[in-house]
């Protein structure tokens, strides 16, 4: 299994300022055959299922605001959201998809300070 | 438009057994891989497993190996999730989500509302 690890557990960014996620994987989830890295960002909201924002560690899926951003290549990678806004608050996860079953990171929790 | 239905919350004792469906509709099921992911009470989110319903092909997670079955009904478009014999850490919010397309290695783009399963004596 890969191990997906992010940092922090939580953080608090005031409204309009920068918030950033870190996420480890345990392993390269660059395929080197088509130079794509394997990595999801999805956005979790109490009492919904997640809400896909990032693939390919950089896409933004139609529709996801543009203050939302990934980057990063091979074990490392990093989601920022460039400004935040109070409907932003919730819980952030990696996936990696290298492997026909994913997995996910712990979460990150966004919150406003 | 794609959609995955679930069925609704379920409460049972401990030793009993419970299937869950995740019914699919708006696209071709065979030929999407699509799984369970579970979210115990405040914690996050894991993968337990995934099939393929075109010839079954069904993956799993080595936490989850053994302690629960996965399978798909391509007759009625509809997936499963099934407990022979449940315990109270089995409480939880179970997700289906489906691949975005139909190769192996790709990204989860569609999720089911969310079955609640309250395990309690």
């Known amino acids: 299994d890969i191990v997906m690890t992010q940092s922090p557990d939580s953080l608090a960014v005031s409204l309009g300022e920068r918030a950033t996620i870190n996420c480890k994987s345990s392993q390269s989830i660059l395929y080197s055959s088509n130079n794509k890295n394997y990595l999801a960002w999805f956005q979790q909201k109490p009492g919904q299922p997640p809400k896909l924002l990032i693939y390919?560690?950089?896409t933004r899926e139609s529709g996801v605001p543009d203050r939302f951003s990934g980057s990063g290549s091979g074990t490392d990678f990093t989601l920022t959201i460039s400004s935040l806004q109070a409907e932003d608050v919730a819980v952030y996860y990696c996936q990696q998809y290298y492997f026909t079953l994913p997995t996910f990171g712990g979460g990150t929790k966004v919150e406003i300070k | 438009e794609v959609q995955l239905v679930q069925s609704g919350a379920e409460v049972k004792k401990p030793g009993e057994s419970l299937k869950i469906s995740c019914k699919a509709s708006?696209?071709?099921?065979?030929?999407?891989?699509i799984g369970w992911v579970r979210q115990m009470p405040g914690k996050g989110l894991e993968w337990m497993g995934i099939?393929?319903?075109?010839?079954?092909?069904?993956r799993y997670s080595p936490s989850f190996q053994g302690q629960v079955t996965i399978s798909a009904d391509r007759s009625i478009n509809t997936a499963y999730l099934q407990w022979s014999s449940l315990k109270a850490s089995d409480t939880a919010m179970y997700y289906c989500?489906?691949?975005?397309?139909?190769?192996?290695?790709?990204?989860?783009?569609?999720w089911g509302q969310g079955t609640l399963v309250t395990v309690s004596s």
């Open positions: 989500s489906r691949h975005v397309s139909p190769n192996s290695e790709t990204y989860s783009a569609y």
């Open positions: 708006g696209y071709s099921f065979p030929n999407y891989w």
């Open positions: 390919w560690a950089s």
């Open positions: 099939i393929y319903p075109g010839d079954s092909d069904t």
